[in-house]
């Protein structure tokens, strides 16, 4: 995984580009290498099927420019503080690196988005300490 620049997290496909996007567009015209997770494949929607969203999200990040983006497959309406997931968003923000983490904002409306700002800021805690073991 590439050293990025930005890490710009969500809930569902779509997420990042609803809420970052056009963040993200103007930090990659500047020069920014950003990286993309989607925790879930929005599975539970109520518009749009997995496979056509996991198409239109990789399509955005080819128009977008994003260096990378990676969907952890968790459940829709699923997702989990445990220490199985934050191991796993650990490890991924100590391979890329990112000098920013963006995250939905923490008292959203939707609860998969505000497990997805908790779940980042343990996450993003956890990967600064030395002696924490991620897996």
Not at 12 to 18: A, F, I, K, R, S
Not at 19 to 47: N, P, Y
């Amino acid at each position: 995984m590439k050293k990025i620049d930005i890490l710009a997290v969500g809930a569902h496909p779509d997420d990042v580009e609803l809420g970052v996007g056009g963040i993200l567009a103007s930090a990659i015209r500047m020069g920014s290498r950003v990286g993309v997770v989607d925790l879930t494949r929005g599975e539970l929607a109520s518009r749009g099927e997995v496979e056509i969203r996991s198409k239109e999200a990789q399509k955005a990040a080819e128009i977008l420019g994003v260096t990378w983006r990676k969907n952890l497959k968790l459940p829709d309406r699923g997702i989990e503080i445990c220490p199985e997931n934050i191991i796993l968003l650990t490890k991924l923000i100590r391979c890329s690196r990112p000098l920013i983490v963006l995250a939905p904002y923490y008292l959203d409306i939707h609860p998969d988005h505000v497990q997805t700002s908790k779940l980042v800021r343990q996450a993003w805690f956890d990967s600064g300490l030395k002696k924490y073991v991620s897996g």
